[in-house]
């Protein structure tokens, strides 16, 4: 069976810059946010790889990346995503600020999705990432999926496999770090990724360059979709707290780190 | 320091895409994604071997030759082939090259040696190379992709040899060949004797291109020969050279003693009177080579300057925290080195040099872009022409003046031109070729000669704004590994005298001239206050004439001042011109950003405060190159006349034998200049108080 893997994710700032949230005329955002390299959220990332490798072992089938952010700065982060595997963009123009109304935002994807030419349900497996790396609402797939039409739905997921019978065998993480193993029958379903199981794939230009020839005129189409807070008024934003104790030891045990975590959790 | 608040000032420090529309080639979303794979390989891997110890060996590791697989991988090795051979860059390809080198030498040059030396050992096939050679050796170049089990090809390129002739002459070569079989009718068999010095690539190379000179009255001068592994004979690569730099690319000493078809001689051989003519002698090939690959050594350099800028502001922020003075908050705590103006001063130093050098650098990886399909329909036109050696020469001396007579058509008001001669000068591919060329031939070694052998000094400077910590293995961005590496880029593919023994015949050209003459035009007209423009404009005046002055001028005794022997007069007068030609194009491109930039909406936010520091520094740059060229004309205008009575320039007419008419219009052109020098300094103060308040990341994106 061949399968219509959609993929929701957008960009965020490269964690390593310095990220210091101020008010502008839009709401809460970050200083210099337009100036600061992005990269494609890593939970998006997780999702789009794995859709990549399902798509390659069911001859037929085909990803699309559903995209939300400045078009100017999607194209610069699909110079790098577009060598990781080969996928088609749909993108839309608008903010890709953690700050969004997460319905606002899921309005704007669903009826991308649904204006995809050739959109069949009975196939459809929605991916993205059940979090995000910057201000993550946790709702905005599920809504894209209830806008969707689709119920079945999927979140923290590690792991997908297809069975024989076409049904999906699906394991999402729970507390105590175990997962929940569930069957659902057959697409469509919305799956949020977690982490998965693949490593980032390496660049390859020549998938890069293969990807391109369709990404430029994505790009070149994108539709203004003036996403915005919505009526949600923020009162205070702040990063979260974080302390850095740095230690280089070289050559450690296994067992000698976890016993410093250890310690230090215990405050010792 | 000066005021700044009400002017743009520089909020982070430079994004990609701004780079990719000063360094034009944001209409190139191929190299925009070649920079994006090298990338993470340079800053991964690459780093992290960098950082455990990987450069402190002269022999290749396993831990070195597992990089192969990641260049291979990532599109690196195959950066330089065309699409049908395995390639994924449609037409030239030097700047695609010189934006790999420049990606991998922000992290470690080594690494980009290496991975350019294969570039290096297949360039003679490529620019040479017979059909049947580039059909048979390009795509076995071309890492094997999954599925294909053969052997990977790995190419070195031989050219230098042991004492006592390495680097003292490429023209003359101890590695020969003679003929050992020659059967009528069939191909005829070279023994190949080639002993090597300093070749890079050989600890895992199968396939080499090397220099030989005949030893043999039926084979007539020199070439490039192909040489592999599995020839018959004995292939030593030889044992490491104890090298202090570049650890991370593979060098040796190799011995080579093997039977190869004539066939392998690289553009093949034509026989006349039993004797066998190589259609191209090792100088012809390794000249097509050197002037492109030699790009990218410039590059290297000007790469590790502007990969210090982010760790040594890091570096001098950080000073004093963790101290018992200076609390969150404090200006002590917050800037640390920063509140001493010298050490901002001294980076922007640094700065301005990195971009001068990647503005020269990047300039000439285009040149050559552009001059690549003339170059290869000039030799389709003279081959169709039956054209061919001398007779190459000869045709371009007749060409020259057109080419001369198109340039300065160019400028002329267009009512009042020949038009339907220039466009027949304009039309016609061996008059353009030869105005390109006559640009390349200062370029090339102008890029490679100042960027590398000024880079080197400056990043000495880099080095010492680290403090104690620059000599240290610890030291953020590996600072002390690319000053040593620096040297070696000044020296290798050409080291400095031969620069600017190229440099001291090829700016005399005519048609160099006619250019420079137009360019000095163009600077002075350009509408970009605050550039420097005027300043460089006026250093070009100001170097042109003492050039023409010094051509025909005598010393104190009657001896011609410019003359091939004389470098003490030839050479500084190439500096000083590597100076103005980096300035130049510094300016050009911070111009070009401006304009650019203006229509990218991704740049709109940092466009303003970046251009306001990019003019800046291209004041600082103009003002520093103005200061050397003055310094080096009035040495080389004065200092071979006889000392006056009066000891200053002014009255230097009293003296016997000055020609007070020309130092007239040498001290215009001094005091022209002098006063384009007004208010620079401001813009040295600007360009330092930004590097205050510019944000930078939380951490290197590098390991160290």
């Known amino acids: ?268 | 320091m000066a005021a700044t608040d009400t002017l743009p000032s520089l909020q982070t420090l430079p994004s990609d895409q701004l780079r990719a529309l000063q360094w034009r080639f944001a209409d190139r979303y191929d190299l925009a994604m070649i920079v994006q794979s090298v990338r993470p390989i340079a800053r991964g891997p690459v780093a992290r071997l960098v950082a455990q110890g990987g450069r402190n060996t002269h022999e290749w590791t396993a831990e070195k030759n597992a990089l192969l697989a990641i260049y291979d991988e990532s599109g690196i090795t195959a950066a330089f082939l065309n699409p049908e051979f395995g390639g994924f860059i449609e037409g030239p390809k030097n700047l695609a090259l010189a934006l790999v080198a420049f990606e991998l030498s922000w992290v470690d040059a080594g690494a980009a040696t290496c991975s350019l030396a294969s570039n290096l050992g297949v360039a003679p096939i490529h620019e040479r190379g017979t059909a049947e050679q580039v059909a048979h050796y390009m795509p076995l170049v071309s890492p094997p992709g999954p599925g294909d089990s053969r052997e990977a090809t790995r190419v070195a390129f031989a050219l230098t040899e042991p004492i006592p002739f390495v680097g003292v002459e490429t023209g003359l070569l101890s590695g020969k060949m003679r003929i050992v079989e020659w059967e009528d009718g069939k191909e005829p068999m070279l023994h190949i004797d080639k002993r090597g010095r300093f070749i890079t690539n050989m600890d895992f190379a199968n396939v080499v291109t090397a220099a030989v000179d005949s030893a043999d009255p039926r084979i007539k001068g020199s070439c490039i020969v192909i040489l592999e592994k599995t020839d018959p004979g004995s292939w030593d690569a030889g044992v490491p050279t104890r090298k202090m730099v570049h650890q991370l690319s593979s060098t040796c000493d190799p011995v080579f003693n093997l039977k190869v078809p004539a066939s392998r001689i690289v553009g093949g051989y034509t026989v006349k009177d039993g004797v066998i003519i190589p259609n191209f002698s090792h100088g012809e090939i390794i000249e097509a080579v050197f002037r492109r690959t030699r790009v990218t050594v410039g590059l290297m350099t000007s790469s590790k300057l502007l990969s210090a800028i982010e760790p040594i502001i890091r570096y001098q922020r950080s000073r004093f925290r963790g101290g018992e003075t200076g609390t969150p908050g404090s200006p002590r705590y917050d800037l640390g080195l920063q509140t001493k103006q010298d050490v901002l001063h001294r980076l922007i130093d640094v700065w301005a040099t990195g971009e001068a050098g990647a503005a020269l650098g990047f300039e000439t990886a285009r040149l050559f872009d552009r001059l690549d399909p003339l170059d290869r329909e000039k030799d389709r036109l003279f081959a169709e022409q039956g054209i061919s050696g001398r007779g190459v020469l000869k045709a371009f001396a007749r060409i020259q003046q057109d080419a001369i007579d198109c340039v300065t058509l160019q400028r002329q008001p267009e009512a009042g031109r020949d038009q339907a001669r220039l466009d027949l000068l304009e039309s016609n591919p061996l008059v353009q070729y030869a105005i390109l060329d006559a640009q390349a031939n200062v370029f090339c070694p102008a890029c490679k000669l100042w960027n590398t052998g000024y880079g080197a000094t400056v990043m000495r400077e880099a080095v010492s704004l680290m403090g104690g910590y620059g000599i240290t293995e610890d030291c953020p961005g590996f600072l002390p590994h690319k000053w040593m590496d620096a040297q070696l880029e000044a020296t290798y593919e050409g080291p400095e005298a031969v620069q600017r023994r190229q440099l001291s015949v090829t700016m005399t050209s005519g048609l160099f001239l006619a250019q420079f003459e137009g360019w000095i035009t163009d600077l002075e007209a350009l509408q970009a206050p605050g550039s420097g423009a005027c300043i460089t404009a006026s250093a070009m005046r100001l170097w042109l004439w003492s050039l023409r002055h010094l051509q025909n001028a005598t010393d104190v005794h009657g001896a011609k001042l410019y003359q091939s022997n004389r470098q003490g007069v030839t050479f500084p007068l190439t500096d000083a011109l590597c100076w103005l030609m980096a300035s130049r194009q510094q300016i050009l491109d911070t111009v070009e950003l401006g304009r650019s930039g203006a229509a990218d909406p991704s740049v709109a936010d940092e466009l303003p405060g970046t251009l306001a520091f990019f003019m800046d520094l291209c004041q600082v740059q103009a003002a520093r190159a103005a200061g050397e060229t003055a310094r080096i004309c009035s040495e080389l205008v004065l200092g071979y006349l006889a000392k006056p009575a009066v000891a200053c320039a002014c009255c230097a007419d009293a003296a016997p034998g000055v020609d007070a008419t020309a130092l007239q219009a040498f001290s215009g052109h001094r005091a022209r200049l002098d006063a384009c020098l007004y208010g620079f300094r401001l813009a040295k103060d600007r360009a330092a108080n930004a590097l205050t308040s510019v944000m930078i990341p939380e951490a290197l994106d590098y390991p160290v």
């Open chain 1, 1 to 268: 069976m061949s399968y219509q893997i959609i993929v929701c994710g957008s960009l965020v700032p490269d964690p390593l810059q310095t990220l210091e949230p101020v008010t502008g005329p839009q709401g809460p955002a970050l200083k210099n946010e337009m100036m600061l390299p992005s990269w494609l959220d890593p939970w998006a990332g997780h999702a789009l790889y794995e859709a990549a490798r399902l798509a390659g072992q069911h001859a037929g089938s085909k990803v699309w990346l559903v995209s939300l952010g400045p078009k100017a700065k999607l194209q610069q982060v699909m110079m790098t995503v577009a060598q990781k595997v080969p996928f088609e963009l749909v993108a839309l123009d608008g903010s890709a600020g953690g700050f969004t109304d997460a319905s606002e935002t899921a309005a704007a994807l669903a009826e991308a999705i649904l204006a995809i030419p050739g959109l069949d349900l009975t196939k459809l497996l929605l991916f993205g990432g059940w979090e995000s790396a910057s201000r993550g609402a946790g709702a905005t797939l599920q809504i894209v999926g209830e806008r969707l039409g689709i119920t079945d739905q999927f979140q923290g997921v590690d792991s997908l496999t297809l069975e024989a019978d076409g049904s999906l065998r699906i394991l999402e993480r729970v507390e105590g770090g175990k997962h929940q193993v569930s069957v659902c029958s057959a697409p469509p379903a919305v799956l949020g990724w977690a982490t998965g199981s693949l490593p980032e794939p390496r660049n390859n230009p020549q998938v890069g360059m293969a990807n391109m020839r369709g990404i430029m005129p994505a790009l070149q189409k994108a539709k203004p979709s003036p996403v915005s807070t919505g009526d949600i008024t923020f009162t205070s934003v702040t990063l979260p707290t974080q302390t850095r104790t740095t230690q280089v030891i070289k050559d450690a045990s296994p067992e000698q780190i976890a016993a410093d975590i250890v310690a230090w959790i215990k405050g010792g």
